[in-house]
């Protein structure tokens, strides 16, 4: 199970940090990764974060996004900063594991609004 928290209305310019905690006990062993879903589009990466701890970024967030993970709280991590209003979106929380691929689990999502 994914728990996301850490959303809400913030001014463009503004700053956020999501978190999302996992139940379970191999944490670690999964790769993690934030997307977001806005009104009338398809589900889009956001950043990833591998077990070993690579990150991957959408070019549209390069620069204002950092994703990180604690592998102690089974918790990643979504810091984002200089918020636009094209960011707005609900955002998710998934774990994917490296080698079975159909082993995949989604969050109930997170509501990120962006406006003045």
């Known amino acids: 199970q994914l728990v996301e928290s850490g959303g809400g209305l913030v001014q463009p310019g503004g700053s956020l940090r999501l978190s999302c905690v996992a139940s379970?006990?191999?944490?670690?062993?999964?790769?993690m990764g934030w997307y977001r879903q806005a009104p009338g589009t398809q589900r889009e990466l956001v950043a990833q974060?591998?077990?070993?701890?690579?990150?991957n970024y959408a070019d549209s967030v390069k620069g204002r996004a950092t994703i990180s993970r604690d592998n102690a709280k089974n918790t990643i991590y979504l810091q984002m900063n200089n918020l636009k209003p094209e960011d707005t979106a609900v955002y998710y929380c998934?774990?994917?594991?490296?080698?079975?691929?159909?082993?995949?689990?989604w969050g109930q999502g997170t509501q990120v609004t962006v406006s003045s």
């Open positions: 974060i591998t077990n070993t701890g690579r990150t």
């Open positions: 379970g006990r191999t944490f670690s062993t999964y790769d």
């Open positions: 998934n774990a994917q594991h490296p080698i079975f691929s159909k082993i995949n689990y």
